[in-house]
């Protein structure tokens, strides 16, 4: 019932005839619902509030998304450098594994 009610008030939800009169009776749906609109009416405020940002905020943003971009690509490079290394080792051993195979049977020109 309680996720229904923003639901209902934001005129989204059809509300039933049961939810109505249940809403009606209910003082802790109708109290649920005092708070969604006086937090609805909060927020249309602060839509056309503008905010001043402090002194050298934008300098701290801008510095902490060069320093995530930057461990962000060193993962990255070690990360595809692992890839790289792994594929490099399977394919060692698989080259081992085909050299091993060939020297251990003989041939029939050997046999001949």
Avoid: N, W
Wanted: hydrophobic content about 50%; overall charge positive; proline content about 4%.
């Amino acid at each position: 019932m309680a996720l229904e009610l923003p639901a209902i008030l934001d005129r989204r939800l059809d509300a039933s005839s049961a939810t109505v009169s249940h809403v009606e009776s209910c003082l802790r749906c109708q109290a649920e619902l005092s708070q969604y609109r006086r937090m609805l009416r909060l927020l249309a405020q602060l839509r056309d509030e503008e905010v001043p940002l402090p002194a050298g905020a934008l300098a701290e943003i801008l510095a902490s998304v060069r320093r995530l971009a930057r461990r962000q690509a060193i993962r990255s490079a070690l990360i595809h450098r692992r890839v790289a290394y792994a594929t490099g080792l399977v394919a060692l051993g698989s080259v081992a594994f085909v050299i091993g195979v060939a020297k251990a049977r003989p041939t029939r020109l050997r046999q001949a």
